[in-house]
C-alpha cells in the first residue's frame, strides 16, 4: 500500500515561519496531485495548497487567505511535498493535512491522507 508520513508542525508565535513536510512510501508508480489541507476547531477541512503535474508543466494553486505566504513545493525524488509558511497568523492554527493521488506499481489509483500534524500561532 501507500504511507504518508507528515512532520513539522508545532508552536510559533505570530509572523513566524514553519515548514511541513509529507513523504509518501510504498508502492507508488507516480504521484499526480499533492494537496495540503487544513482543518481549524470547529470548522470544515478546507484546501490550503495544491500542486499537480501534467507532463512537463506543473500547477500550482493556493486558498485566497494563504496567498503571497505559504508555498507549496516537492521532491519528486524523494516522494515529499513540502509547505513553506511564512508571516504565520493566530488564524492559521489548524491540523494540517496532506492527501496525494497516487498511481501505484499495480496501476491503481489511490488518494491517500497523512495522519496530520497541528500547528498553532500564539504569542
Known amino acids: 500500500q501507500v504511507q504518508l508520513v507528515e512532520s513539522g508542525g508545532g508552536l510559533v508565535q505570530p509572523g513566524g515561519s514553519l515548514r511541513l513536510s509529507c513523504a509518501a512510501s510504498?508502492?507508488?508508480?507516480?504521484?499526480?496531485?499533492m494537496n495540503w489541507y487544513r482543518q481549524a476547531p470547529g470548522k470544515e477541512r478546507e484546501l490550503v495548497a495544491g500542486?499537480?503535474?501534467?507532463?512537463?508543466?506543473?500547477?500550482?494553486n493556493y486558498a485566497d487567505s494563504v496567498k503571497g505566504r505559504f508555498t507549496i513545493s516537492r521532491d519528486t525524488a524523494k516522494n515529499t511535498v513540502y509547505l513553506q509558511m511564512n508571516s504565520l497568523k493566530p488564524e492559521d492554527t489548524a491540523v494540517y493535512y496532506c492527501k496525494v493521488a497516487v498511481r501505484t506499481t499495480d496501476s491503481r489509483y489511490l488518494e491517500v491522507w497523512g495522519q496530520g500534524t497541528l500547528v498553532t500561532v500564539s504569542s
Open positions: 500542486l499537480s503535474t501534467r507532463g512537463s508543466t506543473t500547477y500550482v
Open positions: 510504498g508502492i507508488i508508480f507516480s504521484i499526480n496531485t
